[in-house]
Protein backbone atom coordinates (compact mmCIF):
# COMPACT_ATOMS: atom_id res chain seq x y z
CA UNK A 1 0.00 0.00 0.00
CA UNK A 2 3.13 2.36 -1.03
CA UNK A 3 2.54 5.55 -2.71
CA UNK A 4 6.24 5.06 -4.13
CA UNK A 5 5.04 1.50 -5.46
CA UNK A 6 8.55 -0.18 -7.02
CA UNK A 7 11.47 1.86 -4.95
CA UNK A 8 14.10 -0.55 -3.96
CA UNK A 9 13.17 0.07 -0.34
CA UNK A 10 10.17 -2.07 -0.59
CA UNK A 11 6.64 -1.02 0.40
CA UNK A 12 5.97 0.87 3.08
CA UNK A 13 5.81 -1.03 5.76
CA UNK A 14 4.26 1.31 8.85
CA UNK A 15 0.56 0.60 9.64
CA UNK A 16 -1.86 2.96 8.15
CA UNK A 17 -2.57 4.59 11.61
CA UNK A 18 0.75 6.17 11.37
CA UNK A 19 1.69 6.84 7.78
CA UNK A 20 -1.40 8.68 7.36
CA UNK A 21 -1.69 10.47 11.18
CA UNK A 22 -5.25 9.09 11.95
CA UNK A 23 -4.76 10.62 15.40
CA UNK A 24 -5.28 14.62 14.24
CA UNK A 25 -7.78 12.82 11.52
CA UNK A 26 -11.04 14.26 12.51
CA UNK A 27 -13.81 11.74 13.13
CA UNK A 28 -16.55 12.94 10.53
CA UNK A 29 -19.79 11.82 9.30
CA UNK A 30 -19.16 10.23 6.02
CA UNK A 31 -22.17 11.33 4.00
CA UNK A 32 -20.81 15.40 5.30
CA UNK A 33 -20.98 17.51 1.88
CA UNK A 34 -20.74 21.23 1.70
CA UNK A 35 -22.73 21.58 -1.91
CA UNK A 36 -22.09 22.86 -4.64
CA UNK A 37 -18.57 24.38 -3.66
CA UNK A 38 -17.34 20.65 -2.98
CA UNK A 39 -18.11 19.92 -6.36
CA UNK A 40 -15.48 22.82 -7.44
CA UNK A 41 -12.83 21.47 -4.82
CA UNK A 42 -13.29 18.41 -6.43
CA UNK A 43 -12.66 19.34 -9.88
CA UNK A 44 -10.52 16.31 -11.08
CA UNK A 45 -13.54 13.99 -10.62
CA UNK A 46 -15.86 16.88 -12.21
CA UNK A 47 -13.33 16.70 -15.42
CA UNK A 48 -13.59 13.38 -15.42
CA UNK A 49 -17.51 13.22 -15.55
CA UNK A 50 -17.82 15.53 -17.90
CA UNK A 51 -15.26 14.16 -19.74
CA UNK A 52 -16.77 10.84 -19.67
CA UNK A 53 -20.08 12.08 -20.87
CA UNK A 54 -18.84 13.88 -23.80
CA UNK A 55 -16.90 10.61 -24.83
CA UNK A 56 -19.99 8.27 -24.45
CA UNK A 57 -22.13 10.52 -26.23
CA UNK A 58 -20.60 9.81 -29.37
CA UNK A 59 -18.95 6.49 -28.35
CA UNK A 60 -19.36 4.12 -31.46
CA UNK A 61 -20.19 6.48 -34.25
CA UNK A 62 -18.38 7.48 -37.72
CA UNK A 63 -18.88 10.64 -37.64
CA UNK A 64 -18.49 11.26 -33.83
CA UNK A 65 -17.75 15.13 -33.03
CA UNK A 66 -19.26 16.08 -36.33
CA UNK A 67 -22.37 15.58 -34.73
CA UNK A 68 -22.29 18.46 -32.58
CA UNK A 69 -22.06 20.28 -35.51
CA UNK A 70 -24.82 18.60 -38.07
CA UNK A 71 -27.44 18.80 -35.34
CA UNK A 72 -27.46 22.53 -34.04
CA UNK A 73 -26.89 23.47 -38.49
CA UNK A 74 -30.04 21.37 -39.53
CA UNK A 75 -31.95 22.64 -36.77
CA UNK A 76 -30.78 26.13 -37.97
CA UNK A 77 -31.62 25.62 -41.40
CA UNK A 78 -35.36 23.86 -40.80
CA UNK A 79 -36.18 27.37 -38.49
CA UNK A 80 -34.85 29.53 -41.30
CA UNK A 81 -36.70 28.43 -44.28
CA UNK A 82 -39.94 28.21 -41.77
CA UNK A 83 -39.60 31.21 -39.99
CA UNK A 84 -37.22 33.41 -42.44
CA UNK A 85 -38.65 32.14 -46.12
CA UNK A 86 -41.74 30.28 -45.61
CA UNK A 87 -43.53 32.96 -43.15
CA UNK A 88 -41.25 35.53 -43.84
CA UNK A 89 -40.66 36.51 -40.31
CA UNK A 90 -37.99 38.35 -41.10
CA UNK A 91 -39.08 41.51 -42.23
CA UNK A 92 -37.93 44.18 -41.10
CA UNK A 93 -35.02 42.74 -39.68
CA UNK A 94 -31.80 43.04 -41.03
CA UNK A 95 -29.43 39.58 -41.07
CA UNK A 96 -32.46 37.17 -39.74
CA UNK A 97 -30.53 34.09 -40.07
CA UNK A 98 -27.77 35.72 -37.48
CA UNK A 99 -30.70 36.85 -35.52
CA UNK A 100 -32.11 33.54 -35.24
CA UNK A 101 -29.48 31.73 -35.30
CA UNK A 102 -27.54 33.42 -32.16
CA UNK A 103 -30.56 32.94 -30.35
CA UNK A 104 -30.73 29.46 -30.62
CA UNK A 105 -26.89 28.97 -29.73
CA UNK A 106 -28.18 30.40 -25.77
CA UNK A 107 -31.53 28.07 -26.10
CA UNK A 108 -30.31 25.61 -26.78
CA UNK A 109 -27.84 25.35 -24.38
CA UNK A 110 -30.64 26.56 -21.70
CA UNK A 111 -32.61 23.65 -22.50
CA UNK A 112 -30.27 21.25 -22.78
CA UNK A 113 -28.91 22.21 -19.70
CA UNK A 114 -32.15 22.19 -18.17
CA UNK A 115 -33.39 18.35 -19.28
CA UNK A 116 -30.27 16.85 -18.66
CA UNK A 117 -30.02 18.18 -15.83
CA UNK A 118 -33.43 17.00 -14.40
CA UNK A 119 -32.17 13.36 -15.55
CA UNK A 120 -28.88 13.46 -14.05
CA UNK A 121 -29.52 11.87 -10.90
CA UNK A 122 -31.89 9.22 -12.12
CA UNK A 123 -29.58 8.19 -14.97
CA UNK A 124 -26.78 7.46 -12.28
CA UNK A 125 -28.54 5.63 -10.00
CA UNK A 126 -26.32 3.12 -10.21
CA UNK A 127 -23.54 5.00 -8.78
CA UNK A 128 -25.51 7.15 -6.21
CA UNK A 129 -26.90 3.93 -4.77
CA UNK A 130 -23.20 2.74 -3.79
CA UNK A 131 -21.17 5.59 -3.77
CA UNK A 132 -20.38 8.42 -1.33
CA UNK A 133 -19.85 11.67 -3.48
CA UNK A 134 -21.06 15.01 -3.38
CA UNK A 135 -24.34 14.31 -5.39
CA UNK A 136 -24.22 18.06 -6.59
CA UNK A 137 -21.41 16.95 -9.24
CA UNK A 138 -24.47 15.18 -11.28
CA UNK A 139 -26.39 18.09 -12.17
CA UNK A 140 -23.38 20.43 -12.54
CA UNK A 141 -21.71 17.90 -14.93
CA UNK A 142 -24.45 17.71 -17.16
CA UNK A 143 -24.90 21.52 -17.32
CA UNK A 144 -20.95 21.38 -18.34
CA UNK A 145 -21.37 18.61 -20.80
CA UNK A 146 -24.52 21.46 -22.60
CA UNK A 147 -21.52 24.21 -22.37
CA UNK A 148 -18.69 21.90 -24.17
CA UNK A 149 -21.53 21.37 -27.01
CA UNK A 150 -21.92 25.48 -27.41
CA UNK A 151 -18.74 25.88 -28.21
CA UNK A 152 -19.10 24.54 -31.64
CA UNK A 153 -22.35 26.49 -32.47
CA UNK A 154 -20.56 29.68 -31.42
CA UNK A 155 -17.82 28.87 -34.38
CA UNK A 156 -20.90 28.49 -36.60
CA UNK A 157 -22.32 31.44 -35.56
CA UNK A 158 -18.80 33.66 -35.26
CA UNK A 159 -18.18 32.37 -38.95
CA UNK A 160 -21.36 33.21 -40.32
CA UNK A 161 -21.10 36.16 -39.12
CA UNK A 162 -17.43 37.16 -40.69
CA UNK A 163 -19.30 35.44 -43.98
CA UNK A 164 -21.99 37.71 -43.61
CA UNK A 165 -20.15 40.93 -42.93
CA UNK A 166 -17.38 40.15 -46.01
CA UNK A 167 -20.16 39.69 -48.76
CA UNK A 168 -23.10 40.67 -47.17
CA UNK A 169 -24.09 44.89 -47.82
CA UNK A 170 -23.58 45.67 -43.86
CA UNK A 171 -20.78 46.62 -42.51
CA UNK A 172 -18.13 44.22 -41.47
CA UNK A 173 -18.28 42.29 -38.65
CA UNK A 174 -16.28 43.38 -35.78
CA UNK A 175 -16.64 42.18 -32.36
CA UNK A 176 -17.06 45.30 -29.62
CA UNK A 177 -16.07 44.87 -26.26
CA UNK A 178 -19.80 46.21 -24.91
CA UNK A 179 -20.98 43.38 -27.29
CA UNK A 180 -18.87 40.88 -26.22
CA UNK A 181 -19.51 41.60 -22.33
CA UNK A 182 -23.12 41.58 -23.00
CA UNK A 183 -23.17 37.84 -25.08
CA UNK A 184 -20.57 36.72 -21.82
CA UNK A 185 -23.29 38.06 -19.80
CA UNK A 186 -25.83 36.13 -21.93
CA UNK A 187 -23.98 32.69 -21.33
CA UNK A 188 -23.39 33.36 -17.46
CA UNK A 189 -27.44 33.77 -17.10
CA UNK A 190 -28.18 30.61 -18.80
CA UNK A 191 -25.58 29.04 -16.88
CA UNK A 192 -27.18 30.11 -13.38
CA UNK A 193 -30.11 29.46 -14.21
CA UNK A 194 -29.32 26.09 -16.15
CA UNK A 195 -28.04 24.68 -12.72
CA UNK A 196 -30.59 26.17 -10.32
CA UNK A 197 -33.50 24.27 -12.05
CA UNK A 198 -30.87 21.34 -12.65
CA UNK A 199 -30.02 21.01 -9.19
CA UNK A 200 -33.87 21.35 -7.97
CA UNK A 201 -35.52 19.39 -10.81
CA UNK A 202 -32.94 16.59 -10.63
CA UNK A 203 -34.20 15.92 -6.94
CA UNK A 204 -37.46 16.04 -7.85
CA UNK A 205 -37.59 14.28 -10.53
CA UNK A 206 -36.63 11.09 -8.39
CA UNK A 207 -39.07 11.72 -5.90
CA UNK A 208 -41.82 12.09 -8.58
CA UNK A 209 -40.45 10.92 -11.89
CA UNK A 210 -43.31 12.46 -13.93
CA UNK A 211 -41.61 15.69 -13.69
CA UNK A 212 -38.83 15.03 -16.27
CA UNK A 213 -41.99 14.89 -18.82
CA UNK A 214 -43.67 17.99 -17.39
CA UNK A 215 -40.10 19.93 -17.80
CA UNK A 216 -39.87 18.36 -21.75
CA UNK A 217 -43.48 19.71 -22.22
CA UNK A 218 -42.28 23.58 -20.88
CA UNK A 219 -38.91 23.03 -22.70
CA UNK A 220 -40.67 22.53 -25.99
CA UNK A 221 -42.31 26.28 -25.25
CA UNK A 222 -39.11 27.64 -24.32
CA UNK A 223 -37.58 28.77 -27.94
CA UNK A 224 -41.30 30.50 -28.72
CA UNK A 225 -40.53 32.68 -25.38
CA UNK A 226 -37.28 34.53 -26.65
CA UNK A 227 -37.22 37.16 -29.51
CA UNK A 228 -35.20 34.85 -32.41
CA UNK A 229 -37.69 33.55 -34.61
CA UNK A 230 -39.52 37.02 -34.54
CA UNK A 231 -38.12 40.41 -34.13
CA UNK A 232 -38.45 41.90 -30.65
CA UNK A 233 -40.82 44.34 -32.27
CA UNK A 234 -43.69 42.24 -32.36
CA UNK A 235 -43.41 42.34 -28.85
CA UNK A 236 -43.27 45.84 -27.76
CA UNK A 237 -44.87 47.67 -30.81
CA UNK A 238 -48.31 46.97 -28.65
CA UNK A 239 -50.14 45.76 -32.27
CA UNK A 240 -50.09 42.29 -31.45
CA UNK A 241 -50.06 41.82 -27.81
CA UNK A 242 -51.55 43.97 -24.92
CA UNK A 243 -48.53 46.40 -23.82
CA UNK A 244 -48.64 45.19 -20.24
CA UNK A 245 -47.73 41.58 -21.30
CA UNK A 246 -44.22 43.13 -22.39
CA UNK A 247 -43.26 43.24 -18.73
CA UNK A 248 -43.80 39.97 -18.09
CA UNK A 249 -42.23 38.93 -21.38
CA UNK A 250 -38.71 40.85 -20.88
CA UNK A 251 -38.58 39.02 -17.21
CA UNK A 252 -38.06 36.30 -18.94
CA UNK A 253 -34.43 35.13 -18.40
CA UNK A 254 -33.96 33.21 -21.82
CA UNK A 255 -35.34 36.77 -23.70
CA UNK A 256 -32.93 38.59 -22.09
CA UNK A 257 -30.17 36.20 -22.72
CA UNK A 258 -31.44 35.57 -26.07
CA UNK A 259 -31.05 39.93 -26.72
CA UNK A 260 -27.87 39.80 -25.14
CA UNK A 261 -25.90 37.44 -27.29
CA UNK A 262 -27.90 39.12 -30.13
CA UNK A 263 -26.22 42.67 -28.87
CA UNK A 264 -23.00 40.79 -29.52
CA UNK A 265 -23.61 38.67 -32.48
CA UNK A 266 -26.19 40.08 -34.60
CA UNK A 267 -26.27 43.52 -34.02
CA UNK A 268 -22.74 44.93 -35.21
CA UNK A 269 -23.44 43.05 -38.81
CA UNK A 270 -26.36 45.78 -39.41
CA UNK A 271 -25.68 48.60 -36.69
CA UNK A 272 -27.28 51.37 -36.53
CA UNK A 273 -30.31 50.38 -38.05
CA UNK A 274 -31.30 46.66 -37.67
CA UNK A 275 -34.63 46.79 -37.62
CA UNK A 276 -36.84 48.97 -39.67
CA UNK A 277 -40.60 49.11 -40.24
CA UNK A 278 -40.85 47.65 -44.36
CA UNK A 279 -43.97 49.73 -44.72
CA UNK A 280 -43.26 53.29 -43.15
CA UNK A 281 -39.16 53.34 -43.13
CA UNK A 282 -39.46 53.79 -39.32
CA UNK A 283 -36.42 53.03 -37.17
CA UNK A 284 -37.91 50.29 -34.63
CA UNK A 285 -36.22 48.83 -31.28
CA UNK A 286 -34.05 46.13 -31.66
CA UNK A 287 -33.87 45.74 -28.03
CA UNK A 288 -35.44 46.30 -24.71
CA UNK A 289 -34.42 49.85 -23.48
CA UNK A 290 -32.52 49.23 -20.28
CA UNK A 291 -30.94 45.71 -21.54
CA UNK A 292 -27.37 45.92 -19.41
CA UNK A 293 -29.01 46.64 -16.35
CA UNK A 294 -31.80 44.09 -16.87
CA UNK A 295 -29.16 41.48 -16.98
CA UNK A 296 -27.44 42.06 -14.02
CA UNK A 297 -30.85 42.78 -12.06
CA UNK A 298 -31.58 39.06 -13.23
CA UNK A 299 -27.50 37.82 -12.88
CA UNK A 300 -29.09 38.98 -9.26
CA UNK A 301 -32.37 37.19 -9.18
CA UNK A 302 -30.57 33.72 -10.64
CA UNK A 303 -27.19 33.60 -8.09
CA UNK A 304 -30.55 33.80 -5.21
CA UNK A 305 -32.06 31.03 -7.26
CA UNK A 306 -29.17 28.73 -7.46
CA UNK A 307 -28.63 29.12 -3.79
CA UNK A 308 -32.14 28.25 -3.33
CA UNK A 309 -31.53 25.30 -5.70
CA UNK A 310 -29.12 24.28 -3.35
CA UNK A 311 -30.97 24.39 -0.42
CA UNK A 312 -33.76 22.45 -2.02
CA UNK A 313 -31.26 19.98 -3.30
CA UNK A 314 -29.38 19.38 0.25
CA UNK A 315 -33.05 18.82 1.70
CA UNK A 316 -34.57 16.58 -0.53
CA UNK A 317 -31.05 14.91 -1.55
CA UNK A 318 -31.14 13.15 1.67
CA UNK A 319 -34.10 10.35 0.79
CA UNK A 320 -32.56 10.38 -3.00
CA UNK A 321 -30.36 6.42 -2.72
CA UNK A 322 -32.84 4.98 -0.77
CA UNK A 323 -35.69 6.15 -3.83
CA UNK A 324 -33.56 4.69 -6.93
CA UNK B 1 -5.14 3.63 19.42
CA UNK B 2 -7.81 5.53 17.34
CA UNK B 3 -11.11 5.21 16.77
CA UNK B 4 -11.93 4.16 13.46
CA UNK B 5 -15.76 4.23 13.47
CA UNK B 6 -18.48 5.50 15.67
CA UNK B 7 -22.18 3.88 15.24
CA UNK B 8 -23.95 5.98 17.83
CA UNK B 9 -27.82 4.34 18.27
CA UNK B 10 -28.68 4.82 14.59
CA UNK B 11 -31.87 3.92 13.20
CA UNK B 12 -32.89 3.91 9.44
CA UNK B 13 -36.85 3.98 8.32
CA UNK B 14 -38.21 2.91 4.76
CA UNK B 15 -41.40 3.05 3.69
CA UNK B 16 -42.48 -0.37 2.24
CA UNK B 17 -43.87 1.42 -1.04
CA UNK B 18 -41.30 4.14 -1.97
CA UNK B 19 -43.05 5.00 -5.14
CA UNK B 20 -46.84 5.69 -5.57
CA UNK B 21 -48.60 6.50 -8.21
CA UNK B 22 -51.32 9.49 -8.30
CA UNK B 23 -53.93 6.87 -9.03
CA UNK B 24 -53.35 4.58 -5.51
CA UNK B 25 -52.68 7.94 -3.77
CA UNK B 26 -56.33 8.79 -4.78
CA UNK B 27 -57.53 5.68 -4.34
CA UNK B 28 -56.09 5.80 -0.75
CA UNK B 29 -57.52 8.60 0.36
CA UNK B 30 -60.68 7.75 -0.90
CA UNK B 31 -60.88 4.54 0.82
CA UNK B 32 -59.38 6.29 4.03
CA UNK B 33 -56.20 4.57 4.22
CA UNK B 34 -52.65 5.92 4.95
CA UNK B 35 -49.80 4.56 2.75
CA UNK B 36 -46.96 5.51 4.66
CA UNK B 37 -46.25 2.00 6.08
CA UNK B 38 -42.36 2.09 7.39
CA UNK B 39 -40.56 -0.48 8.80
CA UNK B 40 -37.37 0.08 10.92
CA UNK B 41 -34.18 -1.68 8.89
CA UNK B 42 -32.10 -0.47 11.67
CA UNK B 43 -33.28 0.68 15.39
CA UNK B 44 -30.79 1.88 17.50
CA UNK B 45 -27.43 0.27 16.59
CA UNK B 46 -24.31 1.44 18.84
CA UNK B 47 -21.11 0.26 18.27
CA UNK B 48 -17.59 1.68 18.18
CA UNK B 49 -14.42 0.24 16.24
CA UNK B 50 -10.83 1.45 16.69
CA UNK B 51 -8.63 1.72 14.25
CA UNK B 52 -7.00 -1.27 12.87
CA UNK B 53 -9.72 -3.64 14.14
CA UNK B 54 -11.09 -6.22 11.37
CA UNK B 55 -15.03 -6.51 12.32
CA UNK B 56 -17.25 -9.55 10.33
CA UNK B 57 -20.55 -8.07 10.23
CA UNK B 58 -22.77 -10.95 10.04
CA UNK B 59 -26.46 -12.03 10.43
CA UNK B 60 -29.73 -13.70 8.21
CA UNK B 61 -30.81 -12.20 4.95
CA UNK B 62 -32.72 -8.41 5.87
CA UNK B 63 -31.06 -8.12 9.39
CA UNK B 64 -29.97 -5.26 7.99
CA UNK B 65 -26.21 -5.15 7.07
CA UNK B 66 -26.53 -3.69 3.78
CA UNK B 67 -28.16 -0.54 4.98
CA UNK B 68 -25.29 -0.45 8.12
CA UNK B 69 -22.63 -1.04 5.36
CA UNK B 70 -24.47 1.73 3.24
CA UNK B 71 -24.61 4.50 6.01
CA UNK B 72 -20.74 3.78 6.90
CA UNK B 73 -19.77 4.03 3.87
CA UNK B 74 -21.48 7.63 3.34
CA UNK B 75 -24.39 6.82 0.48
CA UNK B 76 -27.09 7.22 3.19
CA UNK B 77 -27.93 9.12 6.25
CA UNK B 78 -29.39 8.01 9.80
CA UNK B 79 -33.09 8.85 10.38
CA UNK B 80 -31.55 9.16 13.80
CA UNK B 81 -28.34 8.72 15.21
CA UNK B 82 -24.90 9.23 14.41
CA UNK B 83 -22.33 7.49 12.24
CA UNK B 84 -18.81 8.96 12.59
CA UNK B 85 -15.72 7.84 10.58
CA UNK B 86 -12.10 8.63 10.32
CA UNK B 87 -9.82 8.70 7.19
CA UNK B 88 -11.32 7.87 3.59
CA UNK B 89 -13.26 5.04 3.21
CA UNK B 90 -12.73 2.46 0.21
CA UNK B 91 -14.90 -0.57 -0.41
CA UNK B 92 -16.35 -3.56 -2.19
CA UNK B 93 -19.75 -2.70 -1.90
CA UNK B 94 -19.67 -0.70 -5.16
CA UNK B 95 -17.50 -3.17 -7.63
CA UNK B 96 -17.76 -1.39 -10.78
CA UNK B 97 -20.49 1.34 -10.21
CA UNK B 98 -20.15 4.01 -12.33
CA UNK B 99 -18.19 1.90 -14.79
CA UNK B 100 -19.45 3.33 -18.02
CA UNK B 101 -19.63 0.94 -20.74
CA UNK B 102 -19.03 2.81 -23.43
CA UNK B 103 -15.21 3.44 -22.52
CA UNK B 104 -12.39 1.63 -22.00
CA UNK B 105 -10.77 -0.09 -19.19
CA UNK B 106 -8.37 2.26 -18.46
CA UNK B 107 -10.48 5.02 -18.88
CA UNK B 108 -12.88 3.41 -16.79
CA UNK B 109 -9.72 2.53 -13.81
CA UNK B 110 -9.19 6.84 -13.26
CA UNK B 111 -12.85 7.41 -13.44
CA UNK B 112 -13.75 4.78 -10.43
CA UNK B 113 -10.60 5.89 -8.67
CA UNK B 114 -11.16 9.53 -8.89
CA UNK B 115 -15.00 8.68 -7.42
CA UNK B 116 -13.06 6.54 -4.17
CA UNK B 117 -11.24 9.73 -4.09
CA UNK B 118 -7.54 9.37 -5.81
CA UNK B 119 -6.15 12.34 -7.18
CA UNK B 120 -4.75 11.65 -10.84
CA UNK B 121 -1.03 10.94 -9.45
CA UNK B 122 -2.19 8.61 -7.25
CA UNK B 123 -3.91 6.55 -9.74
CA UNK B 124 -0.71 7.26 -12.15
CA UNK B 125 1.45 5.82 -9.64
CA UNK B 126 -0.18 2.84 -9.12
CA UNK B 127 -2.34 2.03 -12.70
CA UNK B 128 0.21 -0.72 -13.13
CA UNK B 129 -0.67 -2.62 -10.09
CA UNK B 130 -4.34 -2.15 -10.32
CA UNK B 131 -4.16 -3.16 -14.24
CA UNK B 132 -1.75 -6.55 -12.84
CA UNK B 133 -4.32 -7.36 -10.34
CA UNK B 134 -7.33 -6.91 -12.78
CA UNK B 135 -4.99 -8.92 -15.32
CA UNK B 136 -7.57 -8.18 -18.17
CA UNK B 137 -4.74 -7.97 -20.84
CA UNK B 138 -5.00 -6.99 -24.51
CA UNK B 139 -9.09 -5.79 -22.99
CA UNK B 140 -7.55 -2.74 -21.21
CA UNK B 141 -7.97 -0.49 -24.25
CA UNK B 142 -11.56 -2.19 -25.41
CA UNK B 143 -14.85 -0.55 -23.81
CA UNK B 144 -15.59 -2.51 -20.83
CA UNK B 145 -19.30 -2.94 -22.29
CA UNK B 146 -17.57 -6.04 -24.21
CA UNK B 147 -16.04 -7.66 -21.05
CA UNK B 148 -17.04 -10.80 -19.42
CA UNK B 149 -18.73 -10.57 -16.46
CA UNK B 150 -15.49 -12.33 -14.17
CA UNK B 151 -13.59 -9.43 -16.31
CA UNK B 152 -16.12 -6.42 -15.28
CA UNK B 153 -16.20 -7.81 -11.37
CA UNK B 154 -12.40 -8.20 -11.25
CA UNK B 155 -11.71 -4.64 -12.82
CA UNK B 156 -13.65 -3.28 -10.00
CA UNK B 157 -12.36 -5.24 -7.65
CA UNK B 158 -8.66 -4.34 -8.19
CA UNK B 159 -9.51 -0.58 -8.32
CA UNK B 160 -11.25 -0.78 -4.61
CA UNK B 161 -8.38 -2.71 -3.30
CA UNK B 162 -5.50 -0.22 -4.24
CA UNK B 163 -7.11 2.87 -3.00
CA UNK B 164 -4.78 3.66 0.24
CA UNK B 165 -7.91 3.89 2.59
CA UNK B 166 -8.05 3.85 6.08
CA UNK B 167 -11.36 1.60 6.37
CA UNK B 168 -12.16 -0.96 4.11
CA UNK B 169 -15.24 -2.48 3.25
CA UNK B 170 -15.99 -5.10 1.80
CA UNK B 171 -19.84 -6.82 1.29
CA UNK B 172 -19.92 -10.38 -0.23
CA UNK B 173 -16.88 -10.23 -2.13
CA UNK B 174 -16.28 -13.66 -3.02
CA UNK B 175 -19.53 -14.05 -4.74
CA UNK B 176 -17.60 -13.44 -8.04
CA UNK B 177 -14.42 -14.61 -9.76
CA UNK B 178 -12.66 -17.83 -10.09
CA UNK B 179 -11.00 -19.71 -7.67
CA UNK B 180 -7.41 -18.57 -8.46
CA UNK B 181 -9.00 -14.92 -8.53
CA UNK B 182 -10.63 -15.82 -5.04
CA UNK B 183 -7.13 -16.80 -4.25
CA UNK B 184 -5.69 -13.50 -4.89
CA UNK B 185 -8.68 -11.45 -3.30
CA UNK B 186 -7.71 -13.51 -0.12
CA UNK B 187 -4.48 -12.64 -0.42
CA UNK B 188 -4.95 -8.90 -0.62
CA UNK B 189 -7.48 -8.61 1.74
CA UNK B 190 -5.00 -10.17 4.25
CA UNK B 191 -2.43 -7.88 3.39
CA UNK B 192 -5.08 -5.14 3.94
CA UNK B 193 -5.85 -6.51 7.20
CA UNK B 194 -2.41 -6.35 8.23
CA UNK B 195 -1.41 -3.18 7.36
CA UNK B 196 -3.61 -1.68 9.74
CA UNK B 197 -6.85 -0.52 7.88
CA UNK B 198 -9.95 -0.89 9.48
CA UNK B 199 -11.82 -3.58 8.01
CA UNK B 200 -15.85 -3.89 7.83
CA UNK B 201 -16.29 -7.51 6.72
CA UNK B 202 -19.69 -8.59 5.56
CA UNK B 203 -19.96 -12.45 5.04
CA UNK B 204 -22.46 -15.39 5.57
CA UNK B 205 -19.77 -17.64 5.70
CA UNK B 206 -18.87 -18.47 8.94
CA UNK B 207 -15.41 -19.81 7.79
CA UNK B 208 -14.26 -16.58 6.64
CA UNK B 209 -15.27 -14.60 8.94
CA UNK B 210 -13.10 -17.10 11.57
CA UNK B 211 -10.59 -16.53 9.27
CA UNK B 212 -10.54 -12.62 8.24
CA UNK B 213 -11.92 -10.90 11.44
CA UNK B 214 -11.30 -10.97 14.95
CA UNK B 215 -14.35 -9.18 15.83
CA UNK B 216 -17.97 -10.26 15.31
CA UNK B 217 -21.06 -8.01 15.16
CA UNK B 218 -24.65 -9.97 14.83
CA UNK B 219 -27.25 -7.92 12.94
CA UNK B 220 -30.91 -9.57 14.37
CA UNK B 221 -33.73 -7.75 12.63
CA UNK B 222 -32.24 -4.47 12.74
CA UNK B 223 -30.61 -4.05 15.68
CA UNK B 224 -27.15 -5.40 17.60
CA UNK B 225 -27.76 -9.15 18.65
CA UNK B 226 -24.22 -9.89 19.56
CA UNK B 227 -20.88 -8.28 19.44
CA UNK B 228 -17.65 -9.99 20.21
CA UNK B 229 -15.70 -12.57 19.54
CA UNK B 230 -16.17 -14.36 16.03
CA UNK B 231 -16.86 -17.73 17.89
CA UNK B 232 -19.44 -16.36 20.25
CA UNK B 233 -21.22 -14.58 17.21
CA UNK B 234 -20.84 -17.98 15.33
CA UNK B 235 -23.02 -19.55 17.97
CA UNK B 236 -25.55 -16.93 18.40
CA UNK B 237 -26.45 -17.90 14.89
CA UNK B 238 -26.12 -21.68 15.46
CA UNK B 239 -24.03 -21.24 12.06
CA UNK B 240 -21.75 -23.85 13.79
CA UNK B 241 -24.96 -26.77 13.87
CA UNK B 242 -23.68 -29.92 12.08
CA UNK B 243 -27.25 -30.17 10.39
CA UNK B 244 -25.93 -27.64 8.17
CA UNK B 245 -24.16 -29.32 5.31
CA UNK B 246 -23.39 -27.05 2.92
CA UNK B 247 -22.25 -24.25 5.33
CA UNK B 248 -19.51 -26.80 6.90
CA UNK B 249 -18.60 -27.41 3.72
CA UNK B 250 -18.59 -24.21 2.30
CA UNK B 251 -16.08 -23.38 5.54
CA UNK B 252 -13.78 -25.61 4.76
CA UNK B 253 -13.65 -24.83 1.05
CA UNK B 254 -12.06 -21.35 2.89
CA UNK B 255 -10.04 -22.74 4.94
CA UNK B 256 -8.77 -24.15 1.91
CA UNK B 257 -8.51 -20.93 0.04
CA UNK B 258 -6.84 -19.10 2.93
CA UNK B 259 -4.40 -22.47 3.78
CA UNK B 260 -3.31 -21.58 -0.37
CA UNK B 261 -3.62 -17.87 -0.32
CA UNK B 262 -0.82 -18.16 2.56
CA UNK B 263 1.06 -20.12 0.31
CA UNK B 264 1.45 -17.97 -2.11
Known amino acids: ?324 | MTTSIVVDNVSKTFRYQSHVTLKKVLQNRMGGKRSDESFKALDGVSFEVQQGESIGLMGLNGSGKSTLLKLVSGVMRPDEGQVLTRGRISGLIATGAGFHNELSGRENIYMNAAMLGMSKEETDAKFDDIAAFADVGRFMDTAVGNYSSGMFARLGFSVAVHVDCDIFIADEVLAVGDRPFKRKCLKRMKEIRESGITMFYVSHSAGSVKKMCDRAIVLDKGKVGFDGDVDGAIKYLHYDGDDEEPDTEESSEDERDDALANDI
Open chain 1, 1 to 324: MSLSGTDATGPDTRPVEVRHDLAHVPLTAPSRTSGVLEVFRKRYLLRLMVRREIKARYAGTAFGLAWSYINPFTRFLTFYAVFGLLLGRGSGLENFAIHLFAGMVLVNYFTESVTAGTRSLLANKGVIGKMAMPREMFPVASMLVSLWHAIPQVIILVLACLATGWWGDGPLWVPDAVGMGAALLGFVLMMVYGTALGLMFSCVNVIFRDFQRIVQTFINMVPFTAPMMYPYFFIADGTRIPEQYHDLYVANPVAEAVMLIQRGFWYPTCAPNCAVDPATGLELPEFVGDLYSRGFIMLGIGLVLLALGQFVFSRLEKTVPERL
